[in-house]
Structure formats: C-alpha cells, structure tokens
C-alpha cells in the first residue's frame, strides 16, 4: 500500500537552529510529494511539492529534494523562526487516478526565542 | 489562485442535532472534494471523497447515514453531521481538487470546529 513516515515530535530548537524532519514513502505507483503546513487553529497550507524524482521543492527557506533511491522526501530549513511554529505534515499522492492525499502523522515544531 | 473556503469556521450545537458545514472552491472548478477529521495533535482522518454529481465514498468506518455528503456543484460540498453526540466534536476539513491540475494538488478549507455540547 501507500504511507508515508516522519519523524515523531514535538521537536523543539532555538531561533536560528537548522532544522530537519525526516519524512519516507511508500507507494505503489510513482507519487507527488508534498509538504504542509498547519498553524495552530487553522487549515492546511502547501508549503512545497515536487512531482518527480531529484525535484527540490522550496518556499519561505523551506527545501525538500525528493530522493526516490532511498524514498525520502526530508523537509529543512536552515534558520527557523519563531513564527515556523506548527505542525508539518510529509504527504502524496499517485500520479495516477484520481485518489486522496495519503498523510503522515505530522511533526510538531516548536521554536523558542 | 486555488482559495477553498468553509463556513462556518467554529460551531456549538446541542446533542441531538444535525450541523451543516459548507466547503466552496471559490476560483476554481473541483471535481472532487475530500472530506477530513482531525483529533486535537493527531493527523487527518480521511472521512470521504465526493464527486461532483454522484454519491460521495466513504473511509472505512465512517458511518455514511450520520455524515451526509453533498456534491451538488463543481464548487460546492457539504457535510451534515446528523443527530450529533458530544464525541462528534473534532476539526473538520474540506479540500479541494482542481479539475485542471496536472499533479492532482488538493487545496485545503480552513476548517470548521464543532462543539456538541
């Protein structure tokens, strides 16, 4: 079937550390990736994609390279912020036929003056 | 571009009755909008996949006859949760699908939080 892993949280660091969360896939077919992001008491927001293998996907400091020979798709960024706080979530899709987003679990950051 | 909205945005009802939440595309066409719960600090549960014009498909456990899906238009979803209990109160989430993306991107509503009181 198709899942998708990531790390567990919460993760904490200070203002200006580098941050990564480890995100691997499964998939049947050959998927999309994607990154969202979700504020506290709000929706998801696209953070970044990338629809094929060796595709970096990247906004706000955000990058992501989609690996297909290890599956991975890990979300970095090399300075947070303390507005970068919420949870992350690593998901595809099948680029074929017309199903839903599968999710990982989400990562909670929280980043601290 | 790709905005979905929902309405309303937070809601208490009283056990016993139902709510309707309203998922709109509202500059561009879905053909098929999703339908997700989320338990506070947990992911999204997908609840349902609706097209436009036909009868939406349900998750696994999800009971069709107490959330009621509605695809009427290729802007417009809704979710009626009937007869709600106290342990229906959750965030949910509608998302969209552009009928004109390549990639299948889904675009996400802001969420609406029901309370059953």
């Known amino acids: 079937g198709n899942s998708v892993t990531q790390m567990e949280g919460p993760v904490t660091l200070s203002e200006e550390a580098f941050l990564t969360i480890n995100c691997t896939y499964t998939?049947?077919?050959?998927?999309?990736l994607f990154w969202y992001v979700q504020y506290p008491g709000e929706g998801l927001q696209l953070l970044l994609k990338?629809?094929?293998?060796?595709d970096k996907g990247s906004n706000k400091g955000f990058e992501a390279t989609y690996r297909k020979e290890t599956t991975s798709f890990h979300l970095e960024k090399g300075s947070v912020q303390v507005s970068d706080s919420a949870v992350y979530f690593c998901?595809?899709?099948?680029?074929?036929?017309?199903?839903?987003?599968?999710f990982g679990k989400g990562t909670r950051l929280s980043v601290i003056a | 571009g790709a905005v979905v909205s929902q309405h309303p945005s937070r809601v208490i009802c009283k056990s016993g009755t139902s709510v309707k939440i309203e998922c709109r595309s509202l500059?561009?066409?879905?053909?098929?909008m999703f339908w997700y719960r989320q338990f506070p600090k947990k992911s999204l549960m997908l609840m349902a996949t609706?097209?436009?014009?036909?009868?939406?498909?349900?998750e696994q456990g999800v009971e069709k006859d107490k959330f009621l899906i509605n695809h009427a238009s290729l802007t417009l979803s809704t979710l009626t949760v009937t007869s709600a209990h106290p342990e229906d109160s959750s965030f949910y989430i509608c998302?969209?699908?552009?009928?004109?993306?390549?990639?299948?991107?889904?675009?996400f509503g802001p969420g609406t939080r029901l309370t059953v009181t």
């Open positions: 998901a595809l899709i099948l680029n074929s036929g017309n199903t839903p987003l599968v």
């Open positions: 500059d561009f066409q879905a053909t098929t």
């Open positions: 990338a629809t094929k293998a060796d």
């Open positions: 998939a049947t077919g050959y998927p999309s």
């Open positions: 998302s969209a699908r552009s009928r004109a993306s390549a990639t299948y991107e889904q675009y």
């Open positions: 609706s097209n436009e014009g036909s009868k939406a498909t349900y």
